[in-house]
């Protein structure tokens, strides 16, 4: 056989054209940054350009929970986000030749499922829900009970066990929204009264699934809340709302 340009000419005569196949090459210049997601996000190229340039570049990308936040915050889209968190690898994986241990979870402690997957389920259209606790005591004493949050595009809802009324609204009707970060999250909302001829303004303060009450308060009640064992869901929930609220 013999080979002339991309011509091969096989022992018979006849002669075959040679293809040559395309293999993404990761870029040989320095590693991509979430600094630098983030000028591109708020230069405007879009989500299609930046996850091919992830694609294609050596990444160093932070992907802990607090980082996630702070990307969505600066106008880092969801499936951005994704791309980012798949593209994430340690220096560990890329000498090592043995078998690895799982890499590190890049889910928020408290969570089943990490930022990125949440932001985009609620924008194709899913709803997701998040456990809570809530205070359902009297002023001044803490008891607490579990919740069940649930978020969409367009719907805002809490269903709770205990002294709490149940609402589903609009995001349109989220009036405030503050957060103490690992600690709990405050949402003032405008919900239907229950004749259903006004709205009544009401605040519900989450608490993660770790809190736990602490004191002595009448009837096995406490006096305040401990967030010793709480993590990062309502920081994560603080989010998710904060990118909706306004919302119709």
């Not at 702070?70 to 889209?77: D, H, K, N, P, Y």
């Not at 002023?139 to 069940?148: M, R």
């Not at 096995?220 to 306004?246: E, K």
Request: glycine share 10%; charged share 20%.
């Amino acid at each position: 056989m013999t080979i002339q340009g991309t011509n091969l000419t096989d022992p018979s005569g006849q002669t075959w054209a040679l293809r040559t196949a395309s293999v993404p090459i990761a870029s040989s210049g320095p590693a991509l940054r979430n600094e630098d997601i983030i000028q591109l996000a708020k230069v405007g190229i879009d989500d299609r350009t930046i996850i091919a340039k992830i694609e294609s570049s050596k990444c160093q990308f932070d992907t802990s929970t607090d980082a996630l936040i702070q990307l969505r915050q600066s106008g880092v889209s969801a499936p951005v986000l994704k791309a980012m968190v798949g593209a994430t690898t340690t220096i560990s994986e890329i000498l090592s030749p043995g078998p690895q241990a799982a890499p590190p979870s890049k889910t928020a402690k408290g969570l089943d499922r990490n930022l990125a997957d949440l932001e985009s389920d609620i924008e194709s259209g899913k709803d997701v829900s998040l456990p809570v606790k809530y205070n359902s005591a009297i002023p001044g004493y803490v008891y607490l009970a579990d919740g069940l949050v649930t978020l969409s595009k367009t719907t805002f809802g809490f269903r709770g066990t205990v002294g709490a009324g149940d609402f589903n609204v609009s995001t349109g009707k989220i009036l405030e929204l503050t957060n103490q970060p690992k600690q709990f999250l405050h949402v003032k909302v405008a919900v239907q009264n229950k004749k259903g001829n006004k709205e009544d303004k009401k605040d519900y303060y989450f608490y993660s699934t770790g809190a736990s009450a602490v004191g002595s308060g009448p009837g096995g009640t406490g006096t305040a809340v401990s967030c010793s064992g709480c993590d990062d869901s309502m920081d994560v929930l603080y989010l998710l709302l904060g990118a909706r609220r306004g919302g119709q």
